[in-house]
């Protein structure tokens, strides 16, 4: 989100969403659901990669990242297609095979218990997440319900990266992330606001101007605390970018971080409140 006040605007941050945004309205607003499936489900094996990269030093360890991956595949099917295989058995069998692969891995056994708490911790951290887009795009009006998630949060973002930039002073978590301010989250929220009222009047008049504000401050406090979040992973594991697949952006955890908590939390506002 935002950067430190020293530093230039970095213009390249705005080519990959010049790239990405075109590609991603035709893929979501006309392709089948197969492919917003295939596109979240390769999105979240490249960041549970990444997330893996930040514990998994050691070079004997495919095998755990392997089967980290493999297990989130099997927990976003389960969302994908629930009457395939249900969310709890998909769970119940990550647990299940998380705890007797430390009978064959090659890593030392004094290694079991942390290596076990971060091979399914990434698996639900990253997939339980995001796996709320499949059933967020699978609801009525899904591909709309995925783009006011999609703008609004981006808009958060870049508000609270632009604003920290020309006029953050306040720090706002100094101790996790010394660079985020009070003024870039009020500069988010902004942006936020203003995107969400140009979505209801694009394409998704069924908000109501209460939804746009609900849901402005909900996706923008949740993207900070998802943010966040990752801030503390990272900084645990001596690292300032989870990869560098985005130029100016870092690795895919970084770039959804945001979302990891903002979606979970969108599709709960509109099941449970707009029923």
Known sequence: MDRPKSRRLDSRRIYPALVFIPLFYALVRYGPPILFFALVTGASLCALAEFYKLYYRDARTPVDVGLGLGLLAVLLTSLQWPGLVSVRTACLAALVTVLTARLVTPRERTHGLVDSAVLLFGVLYVGLTLGT?????????????????????????AGAYYAGMTLGRHKLAPVVSPNKTIEGLIGGLLLALVVAFLARAWFLPSFSPIDCLATSVLLTGAGVVGDLTESVLKRSAGVKDSGGIIPAHGGMLDRLDSLLFAAPMFYYYVILVKG
């Open 133 to 157: 887009l499949l059933s967020t795009r699978s609801l009525p009006e899904g591909e709309w319900l995925i783009f006011f998630l999609f703008l609004v949060t981006w808009a958060g973002d």
